[in-house]
């Protein structure tokens, strides 16, 4: 079945410095969607890309689609205390909704 | 404001019982998911459902069933709970392939 993998597992970084994960799939998505789940909290949806190359800001956020639709990537300028969580990406073009294992992000103050 | 409930938010179970996890959306949604949580592994689809009385498996079914008798609410079923059942369950919905999911706050299962 359809799986999206996703790189790194784990980062940590100084309050702002910049953060970035990638997410790679095997097969042509026909879209990908990204979700934040704060500690003890649950997912919630970010953004959707749809079109190939297509790059969209939510602030200090940005999220690019690869030409080939099979990567994408999330990169947040500057962190803040405030972007610590978990960051998933998802192929959502298909009924089966498939997360990656998501990258976990600790930011020192 | 969209709101996926599942039932209980922690819950304590013994070997064998058999267990209901409810959700409930009130998005008129027609596709729900179950995912169960658990540290290093993200999130693992146990089963979906894409409309009443229809259920796909997903990568980690063993275990488990669903039901969706209606369509605001989907359960997830523990026939026979065992100590590696012991997870976070997350419960999803939307309303198409194109839209975004939302979920529920979590069921903490422990199975003792």
């Known amino acids: 079945g359809q799986q999206v993998m996703q790189i790194p597992q784990y980062q940590h970084v100084q309050e702002g410095e910049d953060f970035t994960t990638y997410c790679n799939s095997s097969?042509?998505?026909?879209?990908i969607q990204w979700y934040k789940q704060r500690p003890g909290g649950h997912p919630v949806f970010l953004i959707q890309l749809v079109k190939s190359g297509e790059v969209k800001k939510q602030k200090r956020l940005t999220f690019q689609f690869g030409e080939a639709k099979k990567n994408s990537s999330l990169h947040i300028t500057a962190t803040q205390t405030t972007d610590v969580g978990t960051y998933f990406c998802a192929a959502g073009g298909s009924e089966k909704l498939v997360f990656g294992k998501g990258t976990k992000l600790t930011v020192n103050p | 404001d969209v709101k996926v409930t599942q039932s209980s938010r922690y819950l304590v179970k013994r070997t064998g019982e058999k267990v209901f996890l409810e959700c409930v959306q009130d998005m008129d949604h027609e596709n729900m998911f179950w995912y169960r949580q658990d540290p290093g592994l993200g999130l693992r689809l146990i089963y979906f459902s894409y409309d009443v009385k229809m259920k796909e498996k997903g990568d980690i079914p063993e275990g488990y069933s669903v039901s969706r008798e209606k369509k605001e609410r989907f359960s997830l079923i523990l026939e026979s709970a065992s100590t590696n059942q012991t997870s976070m369950y997350l419960c999803?919905?939307?309303?198409?392939?194109?839209?975004?999911?939302?979920f529920g706050q979590g069921t903490r299962l422990t199975v003792v």
């Open positions: 999803a919905s939307r309303g198409s392939p194109n839209t975004e999911a939302f």
């Open positions: 097969t042509t998505l026909s879209n």
